[in-house]
């Protein structure tokens, strides 16, 4: 037989009942919770997430959604980290595409933010944030990867109660160089909340210095309960505000050196001027070990 790296699931090592097993869906994705059987002897409770197949693709659009989820998979599984949501691979022989990762049973961070509202203590806030941190330390400083959709919904909760990171479909290596100028179809969907000044002008730059500015988002949500700023406004109008870098105020319960991070140095129009994810997880960790006892 052929050598298949493990990585390359076959559809029929996973099980799931897509009426009774849906933990979530997404833009393109729906999510179940089902059975990896590794070999005779080894089974696994994981998530899969499968493509929502349209009807109108052509053979050349599933090659190619094929072929960029195949890509996804090789660079993740290898990605190991505890606050990085784990992968095992993907089913990819014929339509729907699965993609197998760790399940996270307390779901995502901005449906839990919603749910328990003022329960959740300050301290605890601030774990959910490190937790965050660490992994996107990971993943910039050991991978050179760029996440671009940092955000409350892609922070997933973990059976033990860790934060990890998630959703790499929009990520981006960055082998040689500091940043990477796109020019994005105008027709999918950005999350535009989350996007630094410089992304949102075309071509977009996008670099670690915009991750970290939607990690400043991503702060701001975890302190607003999971609510993101600027409810009411239409996205074009959110942009023109981000690129003036007119942000919106923080939450009452932020600590007031959490504040100076998003507000004076985070969310800076000048994107070197910014810290880095590093430099971030510092300042969190000492905020950490002031109130977090
Ligand atoms: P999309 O990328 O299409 O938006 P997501 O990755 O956001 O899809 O997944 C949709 C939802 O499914 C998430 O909000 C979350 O509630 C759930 N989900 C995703 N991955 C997992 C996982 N590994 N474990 C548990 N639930 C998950």
């Given amino acids: 037989p052929v050598d298949r790296p493990q990585w390359m699931i076959k559809h029929d090592q996973l099980s799931f009942d897509r009426t009774k097993d849906l933990l979530g869906t997404g833009n393109f ?32 659009q599933l090659k190619k959604e094929r072929e960029s989820m195949l890509k996804e998979a090789e ?24 993609v197998v990762m760790e399940l996270c049973p307390g779901r995502d961070l901005m449906t839990h933010l919603q749910r328990e509202k003022d329960n959740i203590s300050v301290a605890e806030r601030i774990v959910y944030i490190r937790d965050a941190a660490r992994g996107m330390v990971y993943l910039h400083d050991e991978k050179n990867l760029l996440h671009r959709d940092i955000a409350a919904r892609n922070c997933l909760i973990a059976a033990n109660g860790y934060i990890k990171i998630s959703d790499f479909g929009l990520s981006l290596l960055c082998e040689k160089k500091e940043s990477i100028d796109i020019d994005e179809p105008g027709n999918h969907q950005l999350p535009v909340r989350h996007m630094a000044p410089e992304t949102l002008k075309k071509p977009a730059i996008y670099s670690k210095k915009s991750d970290v500015w939607a990690f400043g988002m991503l702060i701001y949500e975890v302190f607003n309960n999971g609510v993101k700023p600027w409810p009411e406004d239409q996205p074009r109008k959110i942009a023109t505000k981000i690129r003036r870098c007119e942000m919106c ?36 960790e000492r905020q950490y070990r002031l109130i977090g006892k």
């Avoid at 993740?76 to 784990?86: A, P």
């Avoid at 100076?260 to 994810?277: C, F, G, H, M, N």
């Fill in 249 to 284: 105020p923080l939450p009452e319960n932020m600590p007031q050196d959490i504040k100076k991070l998003v507000k004076e140095d985070i969310w800076q129009t000048k994107a070197e001027a910014r810290p880095s994810i590093k430099d971030t997880l510092m300042r969190v």
């Fill in 75 to 98: 660079t993740q599984v290898y990605y190991v980290h505890e606050n990085v949501v784990r992968f095992f691979g993907v089913a990819a022989d014929y339509p729907p595409i699965q």
């Fill in 29 to 60: 994705a729906n999510v179940y919770k089902g059975i990896y059987k590794i070999d005779d002897k080894m089974e696994k409770i994981v998530a899969i997430k499968e493509s929502i197949t349209r009807e109108a693709y052509t053979v050349e």
